[in-house]
């Protein structure tokens, strides 16, 4: 199943504001390509993004508005195909529940989020952890010369096992990790 959404939404600050403003699909390119760009055409890097392997470190700031959103919605445009896993649906349930406990959020607002993501999570393609992906992310610690948690190395078989070509995160080790697998990792920050 696709996930597609085609425009971005307003932020509104009322109590029925969910936090994100762009929905993470959006069919088309951002901008037309630029001959001064460093990176190369955006229409080619768009076509190249493919399918996309969202994080929870990502996932939580489509819906909690923090300084990285608008580079994440930035980062999600032209993107066709995400990649949602449990795993990251309960990470988020975490990073929420801190911050109710924190009072930084409000419970109820924060069982609002958790609904309008498991939305997305279930719009989107699944990426569940079999045995086979604990095999793969156990020979990723195994092997990778760059420190991993064992939660980032499941997020990344995930995305491998699921021929991923971009991993959306801000997690510094997973980018690092995914980096050195060939994907792209989004944003470019």
């Not at 696709?2 to 936090?19: E, F, K, N, T, Y």
């Not at 403003?21 to 959006?26: E, K, N, S, V």
């Not at 069919?27 to 996309?52: D, I, V």
Request: proline content about 7%; overall charge positive.
């Amino acid at each position: 199943m696709r996930a597609c959404l085609d425009r971005p939404r307003s932020i509104d600050q009322g109590p029925d504001h969910v936090g994100f403003r762009y929905p993470p699909l959006t069919p088309h390119c951002p901008r037309p390509c630029s001959k001064n760009e460093k990176t190369g055409c955006e229409r080619a890097r768009c076509q190249a993004l493919g399918r996309a392997r969202v994080d929870a470190s990502a996932l939580v700031k489509l819906f909690v508005p923090e300084p990285e959103s608008d580079d994440l919605n930035e980062a999600l445009v032209g993107l066709t195909d995400v990649i949602v896993s449990d795993l990251a649906l309960t990470e988020m349930a975490s990073a929420l529940g801190r911050r109710t406990r924190e009072q930084r959020l409000a419970r109820a607002k924060a069982q609002r989020l958790y609904r309008e993501a498991s939305k997305l999570h279930a719009a989107s393609h699944r990426a569940e952890l079999t045995p086979p992906i604990h095999r793969r992310a156990e020979q990723l610690m195994l092997t990778l010369a760059m420190p991993l948690r064992a939660l980032d190395a499941l997020h990344l078989a995930t995305a491998l096992d699921a021929k991923a070509a971009t991993v959306v995160t801000f997690d510094p080790r997973l980018r690092d990790a995914a980096s050195s697998q060939g994907l792209f990792v989004a944003p470019n920050t």
